[in-house]
């Protein structure tokens, strides 16, 4: 078993937290991560280019000249590629399929593979509650500060996808308290994937115990 530090809303410790090891003592798999990753954004992108080739554009059905006689060069159709509104040459369509298919037990292995190489960076935070019974972003300001005080300082920088702060199940309130500072997100556990971790520097993991019985029950 692994132990992790547990902090409170006030950035002081308050106890320890046991981590199986097959969860958060993976070795590091760079070029497992590296294909998920890509498969993940692969599927992910939309298919937004789309030209028409000259059957598809309006208009040129009829012979602009005649072929011979006017000194100009021969041409069938206004429709030609080589024409100014004419259609276009091999063009990108949105009959292109990007996606890329992964294995369940990669993404698991992966996810958990990052998972493992953040806390051994210092960059997982197990806090056991932020309690927030209303809307108030000067609390979760607060919070947050407390927690770089506790040695987690670049989660106040003014720049980039600082924080994920992750819940056993979403709470409105505090997902509306954070939702307003820069660099900030919050999620349900159960939802987040392999890009979350990698978009975010810090992931805290309120409620550690329940927290825990959610990451081993992606496992099975």
Do not use: C
């Amino acid at each position: 078993m692994i132990e992790a530090k547990v902090y409170n809303f006030e950035g002081q410790e308050f106890g320890q937290a046991e981590l199986p090891e097959t969860l958060f003592g993976q070795k590091w798999n760079n070029d497992l991560v590296h294909q998920v990753a890509l498969s993940m954004q692969a599927n992910l992108r939309r298919v937004i280019a789309d030209t028409k080739d000259r059957s598809q554009v309006r208009g040129g059905g009829k012979k602009p000249w005649r072929q011979k006689g006017t000194g100009q060069a021969r041409h069938g159709s206004r429709r030609s590629p080589i024409w100014i509104g004419g259609g276009v040459t091999h063009g990108p369509t949105k009959e292109k399929n990007y996606s890329q298919k992964i294995n369940q037990k990669m993404k698991v292995k992966a996810f958990f593979n990052v998972l493992s190489r953040k806390l051994a960076d210092g960059e997982v935070i197990f806090v056991q509650d932020l309690p927030l019974a209303t809307t108030k972003t000067k609390q979760a300001q607060i919070y947050l500060n407390n927690l770089a005080k506790a040695g987690f300082e670049r989660i106040n920088y003014k720049r980039g996808k600082r924080v994920l702060l992750t819940w056993p199940k979403i709470e409105t309130a505090a997902t509306k308290s954070f939702q307003n500072i820069p660099g900030t997100a919050t999620a349900s556990l159960r939802d987040i994937n392999l890009l979350d971790l990698l978009n975010y520097k810090y992931v805290v993991l309120t409620k550690p115990a329940e927290s825990l019985t959610i990451l081993q029950n992606k496992v099975k």
